[in-house]
């Protein structure tokens, strides 16, 4: 069996191989090629374009049209067709040759049955039929890393489920869904990543009977993705080892000369447990005399600002703080390393080491890069529109982007990230890309914040997904790279359900001839701040004395719905002609609206608050007492009740009003349960009570 097992894994490699010099590409040359991280480190032969097919709400056609943000991103399809008895929703409909390198789903209101169906090459027989998370975790083609779902501390029917078994295809592939529920309410959402090779180009299309041949091989392949070793057997290794103290405002070195590349770097800062450290610790490099990565080393590694252990296909953190990288870094004359010290204390680098091998450099040879940025104390809401997108990186040049991430500090009890990918490729004049929001994008679902690792997917740190703190996302990615002659521009929606200000830091890698130019460089002010370890870090409490707080400006953070300032309704008589309002919650709900005070006593407090036919009754407290039970804000028109609470004990800094939805008038609007908070009234009537 040994034997057998030794011969099918070497056609595999010869298989990737031969791909790559001319011949047929198949499911094993393209498993091989995931698998061969140098393959990254050229422009890929033969040439291929990525887009993407997913259900992304149709209203949002170009930057500056009604509709660029719309968030209705769910069981939109290409088309219906009838097949018989069945009615199949098509998803992807792509002409070859081509693969598709990357499918990932999620589901609501459904218990995950509806039929996923793969037809190739202009068959009526489908090639891959069944239930749809069979298809792509279940393990109806094969098992994890492969087909994987995340996180497994998350219910399975409320996980990203991932397919990153290629499916090849020689002329055509059309994928459809077929589910009862889709007319009653289901919510099937979807991304699709396909290959199409330039014209001509060889391709074994996909076959369940060449996947029960290949079964071993496979398998091996799988093994190997899943260890996540860094295969430098039988390479020429030479490493440059590296450790000391770095002063506030020095820099460690190291050069290698010659052609070769690099194949592991890895470090400790401060024993892994200094966020800022991490964050003021800046890794630069220089291939062949062009400085293509400037990122602090904790973002750079996902680490930032925890440093929560993971294992990545290229990256990952121990769980003693060691971080890693076996990304493919070639160089034709010299590779330059530095760790420069921005911050006020000095770093500590242990374990340190650069490890470099031979490559032999030509025509197809690119330069890796790396670049970072952070929106510090960013709005989450911007002009007319509120949601805008940010910009991770524009690139021009000839080359390939290869990964993406964030690291985020939520400062709000609402999600973050709503917000869908956007890339341009080639000055094309819509995007390539639009997805389904960025949980979506980084491969699990239902803004969950539970840790998971996978090969190309990590979230090492969730803790701020629906809270304040902090969130570290990670994708890499394989035979999803997305290659571009001229330029890419990568933009991510910020869309959070709450109206607050966050630091939002993405990071980038990619892959460029020299030559190649990146927007972005050396920021070394902003990785010299201050890391958040706390939501006062990015939220500065606004601080008030006696008078009127308007609601609208109070600090807002919900279980459920959202706030927004709205205005109109004049015979309200809201003052300043705005309201706090707060909508989509359910009785059991809560809002929490923060508040300082310049100093601690007791106050007469006095609350302003909107009535309405569709509003409903709660419990209303005040830093964790109750102030009034069974609040009714029904009324048959809008208008404002005052309420003259009486005095109360306040905080000197942070004090706290919640609402907590109880339930409704029986006149009321039927599940309708809206509340709105024109004003708060503070006025001093003695000293604190000791």
């Not at 709660?618 to 102030?627: D, K, M, Q, W, Y």
Request: glycine letters at 12%; one cysteine or more; aromatic letters at 8%.
């Amino acid at each position: 069996m040994a034997s057998r097992v030794c011969r099918i894994v070497a056609a595999c490699l010869m298989a990737g191989c031969a791909a790559e010099g001319g011949e047929a590409v198949s499911m094993l040359s393209l498993l091989r090629e995931m698998t061969a991280r140098d393959t990254l480190a050229r422009y890929p032969e033969p040439a291929y374009t990525v887009r993407q097919f997913s259900s992304h709400d149709r209203a949002s056609v170009a930057p500056g049209q009604p509709g660029w943000y719309a968030n209705d991103d769910r069981s939109h399809f290409i088309r219906v067709e009838t097949n018989g008895l069945r009615r199949e929703c098509v998803l992807l409909d792509a002409t070859g040759p081509g693969a598709v390198v990357r499918f990932w789903v999620t589901v609501a209101k459904t218990d995950g049955s509806g039929l996923l169906r793969v037809y190739l090459d202009g068959r009526d027989t489908p090639e891959i039929e069944g239930r749809v998370l069979d298809v792509l975790s279940g393990g109806l083609l094969c098992g994890e890393p492969l087909a994987a779902s995340v996180s497994v501390k998350t219910d399975y029917l409320k996980r990203g489920h991932n397919l990153y078994l290629p499916i090849p295809y020689a002329a055509r592939c059309v994928i459809t869904y077929e589910s009862d529920t889709l007319s009653r309410g289901e919510n099937f959402y979807y991304n699709v990543e396909c290959r199409t090779y330039v014209a001509h180009t060889a391709v074994e299309s996909f076959s369940r009977a060449a996947l029960r041949r290949d079964a071993v091989a496979v398998s091996e392949l799988r093994r190997t993705l899943a260890g996540c070793g860094l295969g430098l057997a039988g390479l020429a290794a030479e490493t440059e080892a590296f450790e000391g103290t770095i002063l506030p405002g020095q820099a460690l070195t190291r050069r290698v000369n010659g052609a070769r590349a690099v194949r592991l770097l890895a470090f400790s800062l401060n024993g892994g447990r200094d966020a800022q450290a991490l964050r003021s610790t800046v890794l630069e490099m220089r291939f062949d005399g062009e400085r293509t990565v400037w990122v602090p080393a904790g973002d750079f590694f996902g680490a930032s600002p925890t440093a929560a252990p993971y294992r990545g296909w290229y990256t990952q953190v121990s769980g003693g703080g060691l971080m890693e990288s076996a990304w493919v870094m070639p160089f034709s004359r010299s590779c330059e390393l530095a760790l420069h010290n921005l911050g006020a204390q000095p770093v500590t680098v242990t374990q340190g080491a650069l490890v470099t091998a031979p490559w032999t450099w030509d025509a197809r040879s690119m330069l890796f890069g790396a670049g970072w940025t952070e929106l510090n104390r960013a709005p989450t809401r911007k002009g007319a529109e509120g949601h805008y997108d940010v910009n991770y990186v524009t690139l021009e040049g000839e080359g390939v982007l290869v990964g993406t991430g964030v690291t985020l500090f939520n400062t709000a009890r609402a999600w973050w990230g709503e917000g869908d990918e956007k890339i341009w490729v080639d000055g094309a004049p819509s995007p390539t890309h639009i997805g389904t929001g960025s949980e979506d994008y980084y491969g699990y679902a239902w803004s969950n914040g539970n840790a998971f690792e996978h090969p190309f997917l990590v979230q090492p740190e969730g803790a701020g997904a629906c809270a304040p703190g902090p969130v570290v996302n990670i994708r890499h990615r394989a035979l999803d790279a997305l290659p571009f002659r001229k330029r890419l521009q990568f933009d991510m929606e910020m869309w959070h359900w709450a109206e607050t200000a966050v630091n939002y830091a993405p990071v980038t890698c990619w892959y460029m001839k020299p030559g190649g130019r990146a927007n972005r460089g050396p920021e070394p002010a902003l990785a010299a701040r201050p890391v958040a370890r706390s939501r006062r870090d990015v939220m500065p409490l606004k601080v008030y004395g006696a008078g009127v707080i308007e609601g609208e400006e109070l600090e807002a953070e919900v279980s459920r719905g959202q706030t927004t300032a709205q205005s109109g309704h004049a015979e309200a008589g809201w003052s300043g002609g705005k309201q706090l309002w707060w909508t989509g919650a359910k009785p059991g709900d809560t809002l929490r609206l923060t508040f300082g005070v310049a100093e601690a006593g007791r106050y007469a407090l006095t609350l302003a608050l909107t009535h309405a036919n569709d509003y409903g009754v709660a419990e209303i407290g005040l830093n964790g007492s109750t102030l009034i039970s069974g609040y009714d804000a029904y009324a048959e028109k809008v208008e404002t009740h005052v309420s003259e609470v009486g005095a109360v004990e306040l905080k000197a800094g942070e004090n706290v009003l919640t609402l907590k939805l109880t339930g409704a008038n029986p006149k009321a609007k039927p599940d309708s349960y809206m509340q709105g908070v024109d004003r708060i009234e503070i006025r001093a009537v003695g000293p604190a009570v000791p």
